[in-house]
């Protein structure tokens, strides 16, 4: 049973709140500002921009303000330079924490992520400690009531999927990061729509934590996704989804 897949449906349902604090917007648009920097402004030849424009949209992001901010990371309109980078750590119970930051000040950044993580029950490691353990996929989350397993199974992996996975109440659905855009395509035009998508760092096990472990790993994550230079945060955890959806209530 993937952890992963089970904070990401917990974030999801959480999301209303989150966005009126700004908080996935101010996130979107960095990740489309350095998607623009890095690889153009045209969506068609340049996938990371094409994955944030879709995550912007489904998060009913207004036109303009995507346009913005592809235009601030080709240059066309000034903006902040961001810079990009990941840090590693450690979370109770030996769990591995990979964080995705975006900031416009390094040494600050590091500094309040490693307060957060001390303050919260884990530690900082070194560059490579825990990065090896995570393969980037596409992963895509659907409800058991909004699909049945043969059904979805062929629709997945027709469109490139390379598996499905039974994750309590809801369906994983993985794909190397190249498949992901045609994968989640094939679930929208089949009717279904997905609990949560995205491409991100998905670990190759878990780690089970109950009781007060459970209750600090879930503070820790809060925590570090609390912070605005924090674009994602990858762990390989697993908790039981009542304690997810009570400490999410």
């Known amino acids: ?29 960095k990740e489309i500002s350095i998607a623009a920097k890095n690889g153009g402004g045209d969506p068609d030849s340049n996938p990371r921009l094409r994955t944030a424009i879709l995550a912007a ?38 769990v591995a924490i990979l964080l995705d930051i975006n900031t416009d000040n390094r040494n600050r950044t590091v500094s309040e992520i490693r307060h957060a993580f001390s303050k919260n029950g884990g530690n900082m490691a070194e560059a490579g400690a825990v990065s090896w353990m995570f393969h980037k996929k596409g992963d895509i989350v659907v409800a058991k009531s909004a699909a049945k397993e043969d059904d979805l199974m062929g629709i997945v992996l027709d469109a490139g999927a390379e598996d499905l996975r039974d994750d309590g109440e809801n369906w994983e659905v993985l794909s190397e990061a190249s498949a992901y855009e045609a994968v989640l395509e094939a679930v929208k035009k089949a009717g279904i729509t997905p609990v949560s998508s995205e491409v991100t760092m998905i670990p190759q096990n878990y780690i089970k934590l109950e009781g007060a472990a459970a209750n600090t790993m879930i503070r820790l994550m809060e925590a570090l996704e609390e912070h605005d230079d924090v674009q994602n945060v990858h762990a390989n955890f697993d908790i039981d989804q009542k304690l997810l959806e009570e400490v999410a209530g």
């Open 57 to 94: 949209k489904s998060e009913n992001m207004p036109a303009d303000n995507i346009k913005r901010a592809i235009q601030r990371g080709t240059g066309e309109l000034p903006g902040v330079n961001y810079e990009e980078f990941t840090l590693e750590g450690y979370g109770p119970g030996g």
């Open 1 to 29: 049973m993937s952890g992963h897949s089970k904070w990401a449906t917990i974030k999801h349902k959480k999301g209303a709140l989150d966005a009126k604090r700004g908080k996935i917007f101010t996130r979107l648009i």
